[in-house]
Nanobody, 121 residues
Framework: QVQLVESGGGLVQPGGSLRLSCAAS????????MGWYRQGPGKQRELVAV???????NYADSVKGRFTISRDDAKNTVNLQINSLRPEDTAVYYC???????????????WGQGTQVTVSS
C-alpha cells in the first residue's frame, strides 16, 4: 500500500507565498516522476509542475518563474514553492507520483487527497 499525503495549503493574500509538501509512504520500490496538479473552481484538473527522477522539471506556462518544484529522494517527498500568488492560482492542489511498489514490476500513478490553496485579499 502506497500513500501520498500533502500539506501546506491555506489562505494567502495576492503576492504572497506558500510551500506545499507531499510525502510518499508505504511499500515503495521506485519513484519515477513526481508532480503537482491543481483543479480550480469549475475547471478541469491541470498539470502545474513535474520533476523526473533525474531532476528534469517542466512547468505550466502560467506558473513559470513563480513556482519551483523540488524533490528529496531520501525522504520520498516532493515540494512546490509558490511565490507571487494570484487569485487565479486558487485551487485544490494534488500531488502525483509514478511509483513501482515493492515486489511489483509495473509503475502506477498515485494521488494525494489534495490541499486547498486560496488566494484572496
Amino acid at each position: 500500500q502506497v500513500q501520498l499525503v500533502e500539506s501546506g495549503g491555506g489562505l494567502v493574500q495576492p503576492g504572497g507565498s506558500l510551500r506545499l509538501s507531499c510525502a510518499a509512504s508505504g511499500s515503495i520500490g521506485v519513484i519515477n516522476n513526481m508532480g503537482w496538479y491543481r483543479q480550480g473552481p469549475g475547471k478541469q484538473r491541470e498539470l502545474v509542475a513535474v520533476i523526473t527522477s533525474g531532476r528534469r522539471t517542466n512547468y505550466a506556462d502560467s506558473v513559470k518563474g513563480r513556482f519551483t518544484i523540488s524533490r528529496d529522494d531520501a525522504k520520498n517527498t516532493v515540494n512546490l514553492q509558490i511565490n507571487s500568488l494570484r487569485p487565479e492560482d486558487t485551487a485544490v492542489y494534488y500531488c502525483n507520483a509514478q511509483i513501482t511498489p515493492r515486489d511489483h514490476w509495473i509503475p502506477r500513478d498515485y494521488w494525494g487527497q489534495g490541499t486547498q490553496v486560496t488566494v484572496s485579499s
